[in-house]
């Protein structure tokens, strides 16, 4: 199934980012931690890589394109003559060039920043690096501007949508609660009535309701549909999601512990008194469940489930869809495989293979 690569929201007050560098062509083919592309916001810059390998196909960007948070930049194919779907907006022009007056010395963030408030760069001292708190400053002295017109359309970076009613659902809505970043706008799921009320949320619809509510302005929502038993359910809903045009931020709970060192991609959930070690990778979707122990240089794949309580040691590597049960044990550097199911207080010893079945309670192997 074709993967889309969505552009992520790096910035809350930006929903924009530019495209610095792109890395790929179209009908290249990658492999799952290639990078892609590099994007930069006046506040950050962030390296956006390829979540599994394929083809680039539809690559929709150039150099010095801005790109919306939610839209695709790509998508990942079996094959480089996969026809993608059509694009329902263009990409946003890089824009006139500005002339930077010579022996300025600016970093591109900050030249983001004094172009979009049309800032005189010849105003800025040439004796040093003009960095964005440089540009700030400036701008903080600067006269108010008095013919501002507010954009007709609406953006709410903070408003975000629960799909899937169920028991993850109402986790994610308590996470969300403490986490007290995000506005929960409603909940989304193809099963229950609209209007039936989830933990004081109402049910807006189902997949049809998403293409209206990102015309709205809404840009983010958290898949709460965990997909145990069948990883093809939680992948369907990512990719409603996305063709939507929403993007899934990483969520973690205040008490989870995730060391500094660690990567986290797009969509990963990491849920109450669980601890991420040093150096760990969670790919996409990852789910790491309440009191769970993913411990130094492990590697978890696309939609990785681990339960609540499991303790993974050391390098561990999971492969994507992977299912690890309530209370296992897997020691130092075993390679669970791709699709696996690991049952509830299951000990691992050794390698699993691809699509292999642990059986709960037992050591493996016997």
């Known amino acids: 199934m074709p993967w889309p690569i969505i552009v992520p929201l790096l910035n809350p007050n930006e929903p924009e980012a530019r495209l610095v560098a792109v890395h790929v062509a179209e009908g290249q083919r990658v492999s799952a931690g290639d990078v892609l592309c590099t994007l930069e916001t006046t506040k950050s810059t962030s390296e956006l890589v390829a979540e599994k390998t394929g083809f680039v196909v539809g690559l929709r960007f150039k150099q010095g394109d801005l790109a919306r948070a939610g839209e695709v930049l790509c998508y990942l194919a079996d094959t480089p003559d996969w026809k993608p779907p059509q694009a329902e907006s263009p990409p946003i022009k890089s824009g006139t060039q ?3 007056p010579a ?6 963030p900050a030249l ?7 800032l005189d760069l010849s105003k800025l001292p040439p004796v040093r690096m003009i960095t964005v708190s440089v540009v700030r400053g400036l701008l903080d002295k600067t006269p108010a501007r008095t013919d501002f017109v507010k954009p007709s359309g609406e953006f709410d970076p903070t408003a975000i949508l629960i799909y899937g009613g169920g028991g993850h659902g109402k986790t994610l809505i308590d996470l ?4 007290g970043t995000y506005r929960i706008a409603g909940v989304v799921d193809d099963s229950l009535p609209i209007g039936e009320i989830v933990m004081g949320f109402p049910v807006l ?4 309701v998403l293409t209206q509510l990102h015309d709205r302005g809404l840009r983010l929502a958290v898949n709460a549909v965990g997909g145990i038993g069948d990883i093809t359910i939680r992948l369907k809903v990512f990719q409603r999601i996305a063709e939507a045009g929403l993007v899934c931020p ?3 709970h205040p008490s989870a512990v995730i060391e500094p060192s660690v990567t986290l991609a797009a969509g990963v959930q990491v849920f109450s008194h669980a601890y991420v070690g040093s150096e760990v990778s969670l790919g996409f979707g990852a789910i790491v469940n309440t009191g769970a122990v993913i411990s130094h240089d492990c590697q978890l794949g696309i939609c990785v489930n681990v339960s609540p309580g499991a303790l993974l040691a050391g390098g561990v590597w999971v492969g994507d869809g992977a299912l690890i049960g309530m209370g296992v044990t897997v020691n130092l550097g075993v390679k669970i495989g791709a699709k696996a199911r690991v049952g509830n207080g ?3 010893k ?3 293979e691809d699509g292999g079945v642990v059986h709960a309670g037992t050591i493996w192997p016997a």
């Open 98 to 100: 500005v002339d930077i």
């Open 103 to 108: 022996g300025l010395r600016i970093t591109k």
């Open 112 to 118: 983001t920043l004094a172009q979009a408030h049309n």
């Open 176 to 179: 969300l609660r403490t986490l």
């Open 205 to 208: 619809g189902g997949v049809e």
């Open 250 to 252: 990483s969520v973690a």
């Open 346 to 348: 299951a000990t691992v």
């Open 350 to 352: 050794a390698d699993v």
